[in-house]
């Protein structure tokens, strides 16, 4: 069964950082995007950041020049680097991998992360 498994949440102080990384058990193929979304308590869940084969990164303008993806093709893993981290930034964390030819998408079972201010 293909999963994806996320870690790295936790509790920060606002201004601190935080990675997470997620990584992909079983075999997945043809993948057309991966990244990471949130959701917050009483709100929807919404994109952070996300990257495409075509290579091209997607970034909520909400966390542009704070939010980074750095990859890791040899551990077949992707990482959400957190910088200035603010309070608004608590949610849990999911990562999302899309797949095409056929179309899939799968969710990670998510990460709390928790900004104190």
């Known amino acids: 069964q293909v999963q994806l498994v996320e870690s790295g949440g936790g509790l920060v102080q606002a201004g601190g950082s935080l990675r997470l990384s997620c990584v992909a058990s079983?075999?997945?193929?043809?993948?057309?995007?991966m990244g990471w979304y949130r959701q917050a308590p009483g709100k929807q869940r919404e994109l952070v950041a996300e990257f495409s084969r075509s290579g091209s990164t997607n970034y909520a303008d909400s966390v542009k020049g704070r939010f980074t993806i750095p990859r890791d093709n040899v551990k077949n893993r992707v990482y959400l680097q957190m910088s200035s981290l603010k309070p608004e930034d608590t949610a849990v964390y999911y990562c999302r991998v899309t797949t095409w030819g056929p179309q899939y998408t799968y969710w990670g079972q998510g990460t709390q992360v928790t900004v104190s201010s």
């Open positions: 079983g075999s997945i193929f043809n993948i057309n995007a």
